[in-house]
């Protein structure tokens, strides 16, 4: 009976689904609006935590700035999007995949146009 308990409060609760979906749901329009983007400059509709629905802190105004962000900005935001950590001191590929991943997650084409 403990262990049904238990299981009980690791559930999510309604509560919490209902954050999530709507997290899912701003992030998938602003994927859809940020892939209609033409130029760097354009502004990037902003992302959610999908597990909080909070903003991301930092978020980018465009894909200009996004380049910009030095590696601590860019893992910073990739976490707050529930993306993999590759690790505060990772060599170049691996900064260079989590760049491309993170650009994806966005809405944005893997390479700048």
Do not use: Y
């Amino acid at each position: 009976m403990r262990s049904e308990l238990e299981q009980l409060d690791l559930q999510p609760t309604f509560a919490q689904l209902q954050q999530q979906l709507t997290a899912f749901n701003h992030n998938m329009t602003a994927c859809i609006v940020n892939a209609s983007l033409r130029n760097d400059t354009d502004e990037l509709a902003p992302l959610v935590n999908p597990q909080t629905n909070a903003p991301v802190m930092n978020f980018p105004v465009n894909s200009a700035a996004l380049s910009g962000l030095s590696w601590p900005q860019k893992r910073a935001i990739g976490i707050s999007l529930a993306m993999n950590d590759p690790g505060v001191n990772p060599n170049a590929a691996a900064k260079s995949t989590f760049f491309t991943q993170l650009r994806v997650k966005i809405g944005l084409r893997p390479r700048p146009a």
